[in-house]
């Protein structure tokens, strides 16, 4: 399909703008004029129009299928969602922060308290700040606000723990505010290798960030245990709430221990992912650590009013431009307000039924390397399938001929040959059972007729690109006409 | 000229003090096509087992580590622009950094391609 | 309600092919002492009652204002099609593209964003969209850090102060030195800044126009700069790109921006989208996704992300940032936009938004007591200095149904009596006219 640029016709128009109706300024002077046009393409609108749908049509997105991709939740995005968000799409972010302009934003700021009170109920924290604009950023917040409690106690650490099941944003956010990382493997009951956890936490442990359920999609009995000990080393205990569509009014990482969490409102809130952002990921802190969360922060006064606290003296200060992906809360914010208690609690239920569902009808034909009851994700291997030659990736295109998006593969990267299942809570059991099904026909061609799957995916606009050629070339921009 | 072997997959050729290091053919295999090598800087000096420079495929990331301690004397800058050669020729076109040896004696702690071999057959 | 499809005999179904009795067993792997304490939430309800209650909240957010600020976020019309195209749901249900073949359309129209963002600042290579421009600004620093291998970065006081502090937010626990240089009539204090070149400086953080409405060009500076070693890194803003002088064409080697202008509403903040590009030789130190131009066995043209290498999932604590999601709903709304408005629309935009602007900056400066700060030319935001606390003003005004502006006082020291006033095409005369009777109302009645 022609790029938008080689559809650009010199000369045409497409959205016309109103006509001014202040006299023309006089030119600036020629040193602060581009002379280099834009050359940005000249379309009509209807030209436009088409070039958006057609691409459109060569994407699929959750209302087009079903969507299982393991660690990120991909459930039904509710339409009226949509609808709360553009409620407050014309307001300015700086109307608050004028003087007197408090008042002028009461509705706005209200929800913000609203939805950190929602959000801090839930994970069973004392106050939780909505800046971050996703889940890494939530991440990175929740590092600087332990950085900065262990600097106002005084404490010397230099290093965080992490998994080697984590996601590859725990080391990286750890690693942008300064911190050493030390990885700690897997034993082979599928968490955290507890020896080797007990060996490496020393006095010099900033904090321990971890996933439950992790992304093997179990729940690691030893969790209280692994907060207990990182305490009685003066670690504190990170919350990676990636999983959290799994324990949703089950567990509450409060109580269990962990101090710092940060929630991925795009994943276990409803809020679609737009072809990979925006998200949102609101952090919420114990006790402890609220001196240290960032500005501005919403509090009520005493007559219920809501007001901005923009001078906090330990506060670590803006880590975004403003409150944070105000639209994506406003999104999560109906949806907690729809479901409520009782629809939060079935969310975790249905979702694990679903997972443990898709898991029991495959795990007679792929592997499954920790075979235990799993919460909401299952993580197979392909290993069986590669005696014939057939990888995972195989089995993943040729899911998408068959109409769906594959799991997610070759994550976690410590099983090999990964096939990761999340079904989430909102897919019916005819859907599980249809894929299900395909599932079970790819194992089968994989011995009777492996070409079958080396070949696909054949119905889609352009068939295996070629990557490397993509990293060598590196052609990142069309520099045509 | 003898040549000896890390864990990590590097060789390394010794031809009096100064040592030309790459990685294997195993090395390159696992990674796949190489798009990127990212070559040390001339007179860096690291120590034995310590990072020496970085390469990438499509979807790998890996260090290539010193198999000697030593100060970086040259770089193969083929490689620049021309990664695919680590496909093609691992343990000869694509030699990556000549060190200057610091301690002959390190050799020691390397293996021999009859070792190496054994090794590979373990994994 | 949950949105979950299941009867009660599905579930018993279910149940029964893991062979289990109960939902309940299925969360057995969890400790009964690490059960909820807690979980006191409202009751569920519909998505009617929900939009009642919340548009009970969105009422009273400033909207019934007249608006003439700005700040990094300004108030510009947005196409219809822009909401009509980005509203289709194989764009915004979809996850990031790490299935290729089935990703096509997101693909294609950040590659096409991308091209956008190169042509639109002159540089070489963009990646897929960062969450916002104070993040964006950092991400640059940061940047320019690992690039130069020095520890310092110099700012512009004149940079937008949200941004300024995101910066320094995210330096804050590395081992990094930032140098603040305090602003001169709006513009960057050029002789403070070449006692600073030196060889541990990194970059030069600017921003144009700067936070004060003051059009700059860096052109001269970027030899001084490069000189050093260092990195010019610029802070612009997208819509005034119409008409200003390209990153490019002042030698900067890392842009970035807020790019909420380009067709995405304000939101009260977001989301919207950072963009950053930069010359071809950095691009493996670009933070986030990137997607490239391939083909496939045939030889069809197709886009992936590419560079993968670089990037958390495969480099963890050694990648070039920590960001996985970005804001890619948001730049494809980008792409739209400038797509719809095209060529010869958004220099059209810019000269509206400027004529605006310099039609009310010649009306405020009539009113008694009022003067223009700097004589530096503008693009659609200008200071004003008052006779009296910008503060007062403004919550006066505020009274009188208009948001005048952004005072300074709060954000630079001195300032108390300087408001920067943003007129957008969105603005008629007819309000600007009002902006003026008004402010002189509140100066002297």
Redesign the interface.
Known sequence: ?E???EKSVAG????R??A???????E??S?????????????S?LD??R???Q??????????TF?P?GS?T?????K?L????R???????????????E??????L??LHQMGG?LA??T?MDEVTCQP?????G??TGI?LI?AYHKAKGNRKKYVIVPDSS???N????????YE?ITIPTAPYGDMDLDAFRAALTDEVAAVMMTCPNTLG??N?H??EICDLAHAKGALVYYDGANLNA?L????PG??GFDVVHVNL?KTF?T?????????GPVGVKKELIPFL?VPRVVKAADNRFTLMTDAPQS?????????????M?KA??Y????????????S??A???A??VM??LKDLYELPYD??C?HECVFSASRQLQHDVHAIDI??FL?DKGY??P?V??PLIVREAIMIEPT?????ETLDAFIAVMREAALLAGTDPDALKKA?LT???????????????????FGC | MPVYYTKEHEWVKIEGNVATVGITEFAAHQLGDITFVELPKTGKSVKQFEVLCAIESVKAASDIYAPVSGKVMSVNEALENTPEIVNESAEEAAWMACLEMADPAEVGKLMTRAQYDEYLKGL | MSFTPHTPGEIREMLDAIGVGSIKELFGPIPQELRAKSFDLPAGMSEFEMLDRIKGLAVDNGCELLSFIGGGYYDHLIPAVVDHLAGRSEFYTAYTPYQPECSQGSLQALFEYQTAICRLTGLDVSNASLYDGGTALAEAAMMALRVTGRSRIVIDGAVNPFHRSVVKTYLANLAVDIVELPPVDGLLDRQALTAELDDRCAAVLVQNPTAFGCVADYGDLADAVHASGALLVASVYPISLGMLKSPAEMGVDIAVGDGQSLGNHLSFGGPAFGFIAAKKQYIRNLPGRIVGETVDKEGRRGFVLTLQAREQHIKRHKATSNICSNQSLCALRGLIFLSGIGREGLRELARLNRDKAEYAKGLLAKVKGVAVLSSAPTFNEFTIALPKPADEVVAALLERGIAAGIPLGQYYQGAENCLVVTVTEKRTRAEIERLAAELEGVLWS
């Open positions: 399909m790029l938008i640029y045409r128009r497409g959205v703008l109103p001014s109706d202040v006299p023309p300024a006089a600036l002077p040193q602060y004029l581009r002379s280099v046009d834009t050359t940005l393409p000249e379309l609108e436009v129009v070039h958006f749908t691409l459109s049509r060569r994407n699929i997105g959750v209302d087009s969507y991709l990120c991909m459930k039904y995005n509710a009226a949509e609808e709360a968000a409620l407050f799409a014309p307001f300015h972010p700086v109307t608050p922060l004028l003087p007197g302009g008042r002028h934003a009461q509705g706005g209200a929800m929602f109920e839930i069973g604009l996703a889940g890494a950023h991440e990175m600087m950085a996601h590859g944003t080391p990286a956010s750890a690693a942008m505010v300064g990382i179990l729940f009995p969790i209280k324990i009014g089950q567990v509450r109580d269990v795009h409803g679609p992912h737009g072809s990979g952002g925006p998200g949102s960032p670590i200060g803006r880590t975004a431009n403003y409150f944070g992906n105000f639209g994506v406003a914010y109906a907690i307000l729809m479901l409520g208690r009782e629809g939060l609690i079935e969310v239920e249905l694990v039924l679903n443990n569902y029991s009808r235990q009851t919460m993943a295109k998408i998006h594959p997610t070759y994550f809570e909102t897919e019916s059991k995916p889609t606009p352009v068939g295996r690109l070629d990557e490397t050629k993509a990293a060598r070339e590196q052609n990142v921009c069309y």
